[in-house]
């Protein structure tokens, strides 16, 4: 299925960004589940979606056991949580090894990324995934982010609560917050600086308005902590859940390195009655969310420059589909 793409606009006067647009061609890919047997639908989820697949096929998977009554709510499998880590793992070393070093000036680091691959390939049981674990927790101790002299000016939105599955039934009752997500009706941001704002590395920056600082530093912690849980895999059990939230009605939560993914299933009998997907570009990528706040009123000097700090921005907050940004004269 065609993924679409972010097409991020800027209104720049010559030496301030003065407004920002954010217009999305992803599809609804919920919609094409509506009405489909049950049987096709753990067929076609994964056929959706061409990143965070294993996290999609595990939502899917758990919304629907809630939704035909399989447990009031549900913990999924050890081998499930465990496939899920590792692809964000390898989400997370993606971005920190090939994306990251060309926007600062750096060459990327396919060879050391293509290691890692290899690596996350070869876990096949417990075992493997402990020795995976501690090398990755041996290779971060060397590592930092890069450093960047950014400061928020506006007023940032807020990080999105960590809530079970069972919790977010009363706030996905609509299509629209689908597509237009908020939480507590306002725009809201999801991924690891949501997870981790607490976090020792994080906070300061946090306090001092370096939020594109403060999601580097909070990748770092996500990936430190994802490797802790392959040593220690009880730790992951909070990475996912799934409750049923009405008759029929199931919902599944799936953390992944971009943030929060929910699915929501309701069945009519053997068959799709609704389906929602809601998924962390939504949010980070929302008209009046992350992007647009904190991009708007930026000070720079050339066009190149307001390109670039827009690039690194909306890499900060990690869409799943390819973005291109275009600057105008306001």
């Keep these: 299925m065609e993924q679409g793409?972010?097409?991020?606009?800027?209104?720049?006067?010559?030496?301030?960004?003065?407004?920002?647009?954010?217009?999305?061609?992803?599809?609804?890919?919920?919609r094409v589940l509506r009405g489909l047997p049950l049987a096709q639908v753990l067929e076609f989820v994964p056929r959706l979606f061409s990143l965070c697949r294993c996290a999609q096929d595990a939502a899917a998977r758990l919304s629907l056991q809630a939704a035909r009554g399989q447990g009031p709510?549900?913990?999924?499998?050890?081998?499930?949580?465990?496939?899920?880590?590792?692809?964000?793992?390898?989400?997370?070393l993606w971005r920190l090894l090939l994306d990251w070093p060309p926007l600062c000036g750096q060459p990327s680091r396919k060879s050391e990324f293509l290691l890692w691959r290899k690596r996350l390939q070869g876990v096949v049981d417990a075992a493997a995934a402990t020795a995976l674990g501690t090398c990755l927790l041996d290779w971060l101790?060397?590592?930092r982010p890069p450093l960047f002299d950014d400061c928020t000016t506006g007023a940032p939105v807020a990080l999105l609560p960590r809530l079970a599955a069972a919790d977010w039934g009363v706030h996905l009752d609509s299509d629209v917050l689908c597509e237009l997500p908020t939480f507590a009706g306002q725009p809201a941001e999801t991924g690891a600086l949501a997870r981790h704002a607490e976090d020792a590395q994080v906070a300061p920056l946090l306090a001092f308005g370096q939020r594109l600082q403060a999601r580097l530093a909070a990748r770092h912690a996500d990936l430190r902590w994802l490797a802790q849980g392959l040593v220690q895999p009880a730790r992951l059990s909070a990475w996912l859940d799934a409750a049923m939230v009405a008759e029929g009605c199931g919902l599944a939560r799936v953390e992944t390195a971009r943030g929060t993914l929910l699915h929501r299933i309701e069945l009519d009998g053997e068959r799709v009655a609704s389906y929602r997907i809601v998924?962390?570009?939504?949010w980070n990528f929302h008209p009046r969310g992350a992007f647009v706040r904190e991009i708007t009123g930026r000070r720079v000097a050339t066009r190149a420059e307001a390109e670039l700090a827009a690039r690194r921005l909306a890499l900060s907050l990690d869409p799943c589909v390819s973005f291109a940004v275009a600057v105008d004269d306001a």
């Design 279 to 282: 998924a962390p570009t939504e």
């Design 141 to 143: 101790d060397s590592e």
């Design 5 to 30: 793409v972010l097409q991020l606009t800027l209104r720049w006067d010559g030496g301030h960004i003065l407004a920002a647009g954010v217009a999305s061609t992803r599809p609804a890919a919920a």
């Design 73 to 92: 709510a549900l913990a999924a499998s050890a081998a499930q949580t465990l496939t899920v880590a590792l692809e964000a793992i390898g989400e997370h």
